[in-house]
């Protein structure tokens, strides 16, 4: 097993203190994340101009969660925060290559059986609101759940409980959005493992980011598509028609079953990868 690999993103065993619980770290590292995002948000809303505060709220906030992670690693955990280190251009330009390769199978099946027809384009403009946006959902979502909820129960759990624990986790803190279905829970509970595996696979979570920011992207800023319930509003213009089991329905393809398909292989190969390389903690 690669312990070094391991052992430069996981907390230290032997810490003394009630930081040396696997929940008070989870509580700390929540707060250190969502407390500062959270106030950024509120501020920026005050600001009663909409076009000072289009794009660059988005971003400040990432950058924030980035950085009160990053406070919380090397003031609890006093460690440099190596799941964030380099080399992060190649990963996360190999992540956002593989989540658009994702998206695209799913759509292109679609299209090839004449579900999906382009009607026409819409507004360039749209690129930019809808990247800003789903830079923030990346960064902050992998960061939370797989730099927090999912690599701190590791150390207690291992990396197969942990893997079950975060993928359940994550699919329950989609159920609230906007036409949620059965398969939709379904496939965002496989994402949750999706994105544990890419983690895996490099003990570092820029690979993720870039898959879950290329997935949405693609969906929402470029096909118009709905994004897990949330309203499309991207360059191309079109729409998909058929049954709900395969084209997602107002969910998006978050909720189609050949999404469970597609992400459940590119888990199975990004788990492949991580057991390859000696990733993969065993539980105490």
Known sequence: MDNAAISSAMPAATDKGITRFTLVRILLALLAVCVPVGLLLVLTQQIPDKALRAYWPALLAALVSYSGYAFYVRRIEARAPAELGRPFVRELGAGMALGAVLFLA????????????????????????????????????????????????????????????????????????????????????????????????????????????????????????????????????????????????AYGLEASLLTFIVMGIATVLLLRRALRAGHILPRP
Do not use: C
């Open 106 to 249: 799913v759509l292109g099946m679609l299209a090839a059986t004449g579900m999906y027809r382009f009607t026409g384009t819409g507004d360039w403009a749209v690129l930019l609101k809808s990247a800003t946006e789903m830079v923030f959902v990346a960064v902050v979502e992998e960061i939370l759940f797989r730099g927090v909820l999912f690599r701190l129960p590791e150390r207690s759990l291992g990396s197969w409980t942990a893997l079950a624990v975060s993928g359940v986790i994550f699919a329950l803190a989609h159920i609230p959005n906007e036409n949620v279905t059965f398969i939709a829970v379904a496939n965002t509970a496989v994402a949750g493992l999706l994105f544990a595996a890419a983690y895996l696979a490099t003990r570092r979570l820029w690979l993720p980011i870039g898959m879950h920011f290329a997935w949405n992207f693609v969906s929402d800023g470029l096909f118009s598509l709905p994004t897990s319930g949330h309203p499309a509003r991207g360059l191309l213009q079109g729409g998909l028609t058929g049954p709900e089991w395969l084209t997602g329905g």
